[in-house]
C-alpha cells in the first residue's frame, strides 16, 4: 500500500493499493460516515482488499470532514484534488477511473463523476476525469435528505446551512444527467438511508438522457460494504460492465 497525499493537511491522503498484474482500472474508494470527522478512510480497507483481490487498483480516499476542517467547501476540494492526484502517480493507468462511494461517499463518488458539468467551479476542469460512478446507498438528493432529517441534519451541517444557491454545485441531483454511467446499488432494507435516494436520482437521470440504474438487494445500508455480502459481489460483477 503507497500513501499518495495530495495537500498539505495530514487528512489530505489517500491509500494506493495495487493488484499484482496489470490492474483493470483504477478504483476510487470514498467512504461514508455523514461527513463526519468520527468516521474515516478505514471504513474502505476492506472493500480496497477486495477490489485488489479482483485486479483492481484500489484508491481509497480520505478528506476534510465536519468537526475536521470538512464541510462546504473543503470536502469538495478535497476529493477533486485526491482524484486530480491520480496524474502524478508513477506507472498507474488512469484510462479508467471508477469512484466507488458509500452513503455520504456515494453522494461525492457521484457529485465528482459530475465535476465537468459544473461551470464557473472551481471543479469542472477534472485533470483526472471519472469514467463511471457507484453509490452505494448514497445521499444523492441534499434537499430530501434534509426533509427527512438523514443524519439527525448531517447536511445542512456539511453544507453550513440550508437549500440555497450552493446547492445546485453540491447535490448530484441538480447536476443531471452526467456524462458517465452511474449505478446505484442499495439495500431494499435500509433505514439509514432510504432507497427512494437512489431511485428518485435514477429516475431524474434518465428522463434528463442520463445512463443510470437502481440496482436494489437485500439487506440494511452496510451490506453493501460487507465484503462477503452478495451485495458486495453483485457491486465487484457491477465493476466488471463499467
Known sequence: MEKISYGPDPQQHAELSRPSGAAKGVV???????????????????LAASLVAEGWAAYNVEYRRVGSGG??????????????????????????????????????????????????SDWADPVVPVTAAVSQAGVLDLAAAIHADL??????????????????????????????????????????????????????????????????????HFVVIDPASAAWARTLELLEQL
Open 28 to 46: 476510487v474508494v470514498i467512504h461514508g460516515g455523514f461527513w463526519k470527522a468520527q468516521y474515516d478512510l478505514a471504513l474502505g480497507r476492506p
Open 151 to 220: 443524519g439527525s441534519g448531517a447536511v445542512q451541517q456539511m453544507m453550513g446551512g440550508t437549500v440555497d444557491e450552493r446547492y445546485a454545485l453540491a447535490d448530484p441531483t441538480r447536476v443531471v444527467p452526467v456524462d458517465v454511467p452511474v449505478r446505484c446499488v442499495h439495500g431494499r432494507s435500509d433505514d439509514v438511508v432510504p432507497l427512494s435516494q437512489s431511485v428518485e436520482y435514477v429516475e431524474r437521470a434518465t428522463a434528463a438522457g442520463g445512463d443510470a440504474a437502481v440496482v436494489e438487494v437485500e439487506g440494511d
Open 71 to 120: 464541510g462546504w467547501p473543503t470536502t469538495f476540494d478535497d476529493v477533486a484534488a485526491a482524484l486530480d492526484a491520480l496524474a502524478g502517480v508513477d506507472g498507474l493507468d488512469t484510462a479508467k477511473v471508477i469512484t466507488l462511494g458509500h452513503s455520504a461517499g456515494g453522494h461525492l463518488a457521484v457529485w465528482a463523476a459530475g465535476r465537468s458539468k459544473l461551470a464557473g
